[in-house]
């Protein structure tokens, strides 16, 4: 599946860069990007190791016996034979509502590793959250990922001028009638499409309408069996 640019990549950035960084949950529904826009941005560090509890279960098991983030770090570098190295390495947990002691160890990163960068992604975490007896209140930031806006939608239709020139109208500057009616022929796609990244890969990697709507009928039924 084709990547899009988000504008939740900026925020990363700053997150990155800045010295005060907490270790990041970044929240949402499943199927709207979270684990892509990560792994996108681990192209920012000379390494990169993701932990999925889902995928790899096992896993689970280091969590299990204590929460010290370095010797976490230890045996999840053999584990993936990747050396987690601090300012150099994004370390990423996904799936993480699937290992209640993770979560509690982001909080224990903060205060005992805070030169590492950690990122954890999840869906449904407020059901994971309301079974812990406390969370890393003031330790731990939260970003929240929902689908494509109108204006990431005109980024990956390659208008990204229209997208500019939208932002910048007024009613003292109104957009020309020409301008207006491309923006509501955009429009009109992305409402029939919805934000959906795989829809909307789809639909710009050269798939039709009712292929589209093949791909959102899947995503219906696997939320409402999820």
């Not at 204006?151 to 003292?172: C, M, V, W, Y």
């Not at 309408?209 to 039924?221: A, E, K, N, P, T």
């Amino acid at each position: 599946m084709a990547y899009y640019k988000r504008d939740i990549e900026e925020e990363l950035i700053r997150w990155k860069n800045d010295n005060e960084r907490q270790p990041l949950l970044i929240r949402g529904a499943r199927q709207v990007g979270k684990s892509s826009v990560v792994r996108n941005f681990s192209s920012q560090f000379k390494s990169y190791v993701e932990v999925n509890f889902e995928q790899d279960s096992d896993v689970k098991s280091i969590f299990e016996r204590n929460l010290r983030p370095k010797a976490i770090c230890e045996q999840l570098s053999v584990l993936y034979e990747t050396a987690i190295i601090p300012g150099e390495t994004l370390l990423f947990f996904d799936e993480i509502q699937s290992c209640l002691p993770a979560i509690s160890s982001l909080r224990f990163f903060y205060e005992q590793y805070p030169e590492l960068h950690v990122i954890a992604a999840g869906s449904l975490l407020e059901f994971a959250l309301a079974e812990l007896p406390s969370y890393g209140v003031g330790r731990v930031s939260s970003l929240f990922l929902y689908p494509f806006s109108f204006g990431e939608f005109l980024h990956a239709a390659n208008a990204e001028l229209l997208r500019k020139t939208i932002a910048d109208a007024s009613p003292q500057k109104p957009l020309s009638d020409a301008i207006h009616l491309k923006a509501l022929e955009l429009y009109k796609q992305f409402l029939v499409l919805g934000g959906m990244p795989k829809v909307i890969s789809s639909y710009f990697s050269g798939g039709d309408l009712l292929s589209c709507q093949r791909v959102l009928d899947g995503l219906i039924s696997a939320y409402e069996d999820d």
